[in-house]
């Protein structure tokens, strides 16, 4: 999603050593128009919702987000927000006369049945309405109907009984087109408490994006942790600890469209997107099942250095369970290359081979066998990166034989999977999704102000950057504020020529969210020792000095 620029690394630079020196820069911040909402937790949904005109703040400034919202004022703010047509004919209310402000709202609200009257014929126009009724009322405007089974949608709120019975199928509709927003917990719906016109926001802001109108909020919004996901779940909330994954829980995988036990071969400095399939449930310590067998983990391959030598690592980006992605935070151990010599047509028959793969391989099998005949599948990799040059056959002697029975892919932090879950991943892909365009300039700022990294040709150095301004969608709000956590690696890279390096990001820290990302600099050209001072090195980061002073008899390694 993401693509650094390239005057967002300065080069300082021409044979010998790599210089990296980001560049810091500034930004401002977006602003509530309402004098009470800056903080408030239901900002993003208020703001656009006023900017629409479909609510609307008070004459001194303010919206006043915990005020209760009266059906009256209910039928004005769906009235505004949604265009449903009629359903049944107009009727008079006794407590609602015709020069009452809120006449035409309430009569469209009851004739598209969005909201109802009362048995001895009134409307009561001044009563509050309830967080449930609300939630109704919405899914009957816009004619929402729960699919499947009420009562195991409803399980992800824990108060999942105080719902009355009337309501449940209303709220299950709208829980399964994430309508719901519970804050402080999404997993409380608290369903009789009196709605607050930050709630309603919430509400008619879910529901407009669940008919296409609106693009969900950004994920580093807050308020995105308090939309109810409305995906089915694995088990009750009642069970202490269930749908979480520990630390170091194994991943048993399998590739995509590939029999199992198929292999993956790639060339040395390949970037490599990949799908695997979980190959049998993942339980937790309660043996219930978390992650089901067949579900499908993405992640991408990236040169990693292992024992001074460059070889790959996969990590992982997003799970899906059935048609549900979330994020999630695994990696396999690193893989060294092995000479292609060493591979057995055991390795290689059934398995996926990357197009640079399969060219390399060609010529490295004996005898009257044919590569082509053992390998099912080749895949293109767009752009290769490392020590091979770009649209060229590669050279080396080396491939990667990623075995994935063997790759070791285990979560790096707690998976949960619980009701009201702040895991649920946002596609990226989505037609709706308020992104940051592909090509989007990042520009970066070291983590100490002006320092640089300075390294040998070859090396692979993990780097965190920080982002040196903000980053803001086309509604210009801010989705990546200035000073968010970029890690990444420099790795080599052929640059006209020569040994270079570039700089490619994996994830970015927003607030406390990790957020995967694809992202990568400009080649970054090496620089002689002899064009350097030794004050181009105070204050930087040196990757391996020993290296480093080798070349140099002029350095001091004070």
């Not at 019975?165 to 369903?191: C, E």
Request: one cysteine or more; proline letters at 7%.
């Amino acid at each position: 999603m993401f693509s650094a620029p390239q005057h967002a690394v300065a080069v300082a630079c021409l044979t010998s050593v790599i210089a990296v020196a980001p560049v810091p820069m500034r930004s401002a911040f977006a602003q509530s128009q309402f004098t009470d909402v800056s903080s408030n937790w239901a900002q993003p949904f208020i703001d656009t919702l006023a900017q629409k005109n479909i609510i609307s703040g008070f004459p001194d400034g303010s919206f006043r987000p915990d005020q209760p919202v009266t059906r009256a004022q209910f039928a004005a703010i769906v009235r505004q927000a949604f265009k449903s047509p009629a359903t049944r004919l107009s009727r008079p209310f006794k407590d609602v006369s015709y020069a009452y402000w809120a006449s035409p709202a309430i009569d469209y609200a009851y004739t598209t049945g969005f909201l109802s009257g009362y048995t001895n014929g009134s409307f009561q126009p001044d009563q509050e309405i309830p967080k449930v009724q609300a939630l109704v009322a919405i899914a009957s405007g816009l004619k929402i109907q729960p699919v499947g089974s009420v009562d195991s949608t409803l399980l992800r709120f824990y108060d999942a009984a105080q719902i009355p019975n009337y309501a449940k199928p209303g709220v299950a509709a709208a829980t399964q087109r994430n309508i719901p927003v519970n804050y402080p917990n999404a997993a409380t719906l608290n369903p009789n408490q009196q709605a607050t016109r930050a709630d309603i926001a919430a509400y008619i802001y879910q529901a407009l994006v669940s008919q296409g109108r609106l693009a969900p909020i950004g994920s580093n919004f807050p308020a995105s942790q308090y939309i109810v996901q409305g995906g089915s779940l694995p088990a009750t909330p009642s069970e202490a600890g269930t749908g979480t994954l520990a630390v170091g829980t194994e991943l048993p995988v399998q590739l995509e469209g590939a029999e199992p036990g198929a292999n993956l071969v790639m060339t040395v400095g390949e970037n490599v997107e990949t799908t695997f399939v979980v190959a049998e449930d993942v339980v937790n310590t309660r043996q219930q099942v978390v992650i089901p067998e067949g579900s499908k983990i993405v992640g991408r391959f990236q040169p990693f250095e292992v024992n001074k030598t460059l070889g790959t690592q996969f990590t992982a980006s997003k799970l899906m369970i059935g048609n549900t992605p979330y994020t999630v935070n695994a990696s396999s151990v690193p893989i060294a290359a092995r000479k292609k010599s060493s591979l057995s047509i055991a390795d290689l028959t059934g398995s996926i081979t990357t197009l640079a793969a399969s060219a390399a391989l060609d010529s490295a099998i004996s005898g009257n066998v044919r590569f082509g005949s053992l390998v099912p599948g080749i895949i293109q990799t767009g752009q290769t990166i490392g020590k091979q040059v770009i649209g060229k056959s590669d050279t080396s002697d080396e491939v990667i034989l990623v075995e994935p029975d063997l790759m070791g892919l285990k979560l790096n932090a707690d998976f949960e999977f619980l009701p009201g879950s702040t895991t649920a991943f946002v596609d990226p892909n989505s037609a709706n999704l308020y992104q940051v365009d592909s090509g989007t300039k990042v520009d970066l700022a070291a983590q100490t102000d002006n320092a640089r990294y300075v390294m040998v040709p070859g090396e692979t150095v993990p780097v965190e950057l920080k982002t040196g301004r903000s980053i803001y969608n086309r509604q210009n709000e801010v989705l990546v504020p200035e000073g968010s956590l970029i890690r990444g690696q420099i790795v080599p890279m052929t640059v006209n020529g020569k040994e270079g390096a570039q700089f490619v990001a994996n994830e970015i820290v927003i607030g406390t969210q990790t957020y995967p990302i694809t992202a990568a600099s400009a080649g970054i050209s090496p620089s002689s020792l002899q064009s350097l001072s030794p004050a181009d090195f105070q204050g930087n980061v040196i990757a391996s000095p020993e290296r480093l002073f080798e070349k140099s008899g002029k350095l001091s390694r004070e």
